[in-house]
T-cell receptor, first 113, second 115 residues
């Protein structure tokens, strides 16, 4: 069965420092991977996706993610965190051959000034 | 501006009452989805629809019902049979449910509280 794991419930980082939010997945076949961000009491906003090609994907607001097939990971990164990056981040994988997107449980990012 | 609207933002109901959550999109998307979000559990799929007058159950459809009479609209009814209906409900859409690499567009959500 397909699954997505976000091993950290919460990540704390100081403003200006690099940040990483971890995601691992388990799917059969080629994965389509996504990152979304959610601000309080709001819907999810798309950040970036991996379909094929370069393992480093660049997205909105300076975020990027690195696809690692051997480690089945798709970690979200940003070189310099902002206080405004504080939010809930979801990793998701599209079910190959199906119609469902499977979401991780989410990681709350706190960026301290 | 194209997007997805959900109403109301907050909804309070007494136990035993059915309630309908609205979802409308003007993105000309064929596929629409309803998710339930609970703290620490991510998003769980309730129902999805690929086309007008067609919809399929997701992972947690029990106690919920939907309709898709128009392309733009995908209302969700939370029935009295849903044992724990208090949650944050999110509607989403994509251009085509078969386009596996399309990201989903989400509405702002409806927070339902049942007492």
């Amino acid at each position: 069965a397909q699954s997505v794991a976000q091993p950290e419930d919460q990540v704390n980082v100081a403003e200006g420092n690099p940040l990483t939010v971890k995601c691992t997945y388990s799917v059969s076949g080629n994965p389509y991977l996504f990152w979304y961000v959610q601000y309080p009491n709001r819907g999810l906003q798309f950040l970036l996706k991996y379909i094929t090609g370069d393992n480093l994907v660049k997205g909105s607001y300076g975020f990027e993610a690195e696809f690692n097939k051997s480690q089945t990971s798709f970690h979200l990164k940003k070189p310099s965190a902002l206080v405004s990056d504080s939010a809930l981040y979801f990793c998701a994988v599209r079910e190959p051959g199906g119609f469902k997107t499977i979401f991780g449980a989410g990681t709350r990012l706190f960026v301290k000034a | 501006d194209g997007g997805i609207t959900q109403s109301p933002k907050y909804l309070f109901r007494k136990e035993g009452q059915n309630v309908t959550l609205s979802c409308e999109q003007n993105l000309n998307h064929d596929a629409m989805y309803w998710y339930r979000q609970d703290p620490g559990q991510g998003l769980r799929l309730i129902y999805y629809s690929q086309i007008v007058n067609d919809f399929q159950k997701g992972d947690i459809a029990e106690g919920y019902s939907v309709s898709r009479e128009k392309k733009e609209s995908f209302p969700l009814t939370v029935t009295s049979a849903q044992k724990n209906p208090t949650a944050f409900y999110l509607c989403a859409s994509t251009y085509d449910v078969g386009a596996k690499f399309d990201e989903q567009y989400f509405g702002p959500g409806t927070r339902l509280t049942v007492t």
